[in-house]
């Protein structure tokens, strides 16, 4: 969110933030800078320090160096209960001996308002996350998207300047958490909080956040948008992780007029533009170039293209419905690679050991080290 | 027709197995448990007069328990003194479940209950006399106080009177105090007090809005299984209550094994069964709403 000069401001600075536990890194060199108003994502496989992390924005965990700061404050020695965060558990922790309302209202006992006043932003604050009349329920009667809401409730009716989320929709069935997904989005356009989300599932990264920080051992290893992590994923390990990514092996070098000319196994050799190649290294360092399934389609028998064309046989498939993947394994190259069709009206699905025309794209290679 | 005839025979089949299963407990609990306590309240409607018992069915024994103000006079002290002992156990056992629950790295846990449970392995008897030995005139408790040069002449307040008897039975009955307290807390949910620290309370606040509530259930569960066996304790009021220290359950003794009069003291009985069935009743119903949904 821009403020009055137009000038993005960051609500959360992390500079050069470590944890360690004994020899043990937990967070090694976090930087980062998270946005007023914009939902931030947190990714990575369980054990990296995602959740360490939002712990330490939350102040539950101190850093063992470097600092946290929060709307212009540095956060060093300053408790969680005087922080202006809020946090959604993973478990949810509603309190199991007070009512839905007396949770949602736990944290209002110390602000100046009238009983009244606290009574009507409980009720407010139930309307908004859709329990409209739930107050009087006691809270372990209730689901867990509704344990959900009312943890939602409790946090947001504080207005805090950040709202910290862990890994909230693990809990629930997929059918609720695609609803919860759409409807937390929502949400944080509505009151224009900046939401700080914990997760390790790719896709609920990339539907939710304006940014996300992909996290590998204690480090983050790329942050950025959802498009620009998806299309140039900065190592094989972020490839991997976010989608589907083939990786064949490769070789670059830089042609003349500065292109950068690649011969990757099984695609032949592709002149790339230089975005292609992610930053900090020489082209001579590639040895494999990453390409996503759905970049690449297979040929039906008679169809031209303009497209490059590599030739391969069908190892293996998996009808979908909508959707077939395929495994093709390129002439000259040892590992099959997934490649996703849409099963568009006329088109045959092609049987295991059929000859494959593969349609590709130098544009859609990505270069690893 | 014919499918609901199997059904009820099925149905009567469960019924049997099931009274066979509880037979055995019911027979348990009527044989030492009804009939016992039947017999007492049966013998506290006759009256004896030295060997010959009477068995025409009178008040005679409850109309001398509400007159003679002595009955009425240890009935209340052993209430006082069962309440004391119940806050002052509570109130210590507290902490050393809270200790054990929250600071004791969790592999550690089950050697500190262990450890807690060692008072238990002598017999009651003897640890009433060593209280003895610590709180008497010449005991542990007063040298060490004279030779540390904090009083002048040896206390005289702990040992033969009601204090006394408050102290030993707070020690006999930690551990279990301190058992349903552990077990309450143990269950409390750990991210529930970072989420009340979360919506802004401090540790304190966070103890009494969050830990507390929710340790509830442990520590009614803890003063009744103090409160309602020590009201009719009476080796300890015996030992180091003095005579000004006796419980009601010495007068139950007297009237049974000493004054021949085994329905006074049948009566006494039933009264105190009642006070305490009362007063555990009217606690429960002042502390319900911690015990419910959880």
Redesign the interface.
Known sequence: MKDTLGVTRPIITLDNVEKYYGDYYALRGITAEINQGEFFSLLGPSGCGKTTLLRTI?G?EEPSSGRVTIDGKDMAGV????RP???V???Y?I???LTVAQNVG??L??EPLTRKEKERKVVEALEMVGLKGFGAR????LSGGQRQRVALA??LI?EPKVLLLDEPLSALDKKMREQMQMELRRLQRQVGITFILVTHDQEEALIMSDRIAVMFEGQIAQLDTPQVLYRRPVSRQVGEFIGVMNFLPAKATVGPDTHIEVEAAGLGRAVIGADQLPGGWHPGQTQSVGIRPETMSILFEGETTDRRVATGIVEDRAYYGDMTYYEVRLDGVEKPMTISMKNLVGRPVLERGSQARVAWDARSLVLFA | MNEGRTKRRHGRSETAQGYLLVATPFAYALLLLAVPLGAIVMFSFWTQDYLTLDKTLTLKNYREAFSEPLYGELLIRSLLVSGAVTLATVLTAFPIAYFVSFYVPPERKSMWIFLITIPFWTSYLIRVFLWKVILGYNGVFNTTLLGLGIIDEPLTFILYNVNAVVITLAHAYAPFAILPIFVALEKIDRTLLEAGRDLGESYVMTFFRVTLPLAMPGVVAAVLIVFIPTIGDYVTPRLVGGPDGLMIANMIQTQFLKLNNAPMGAALAVLAMAMVGAVALVFLALTRRFLRGQ
Do not use: E
């Open positions: 939350a539950f408790p969680a209960n005087v965060t809020n946090m558990f993973q478990s922790a309190f199991p001996h736990f944290g006992r110390r006691a809270a372990h009667a409790r946090a504080l």
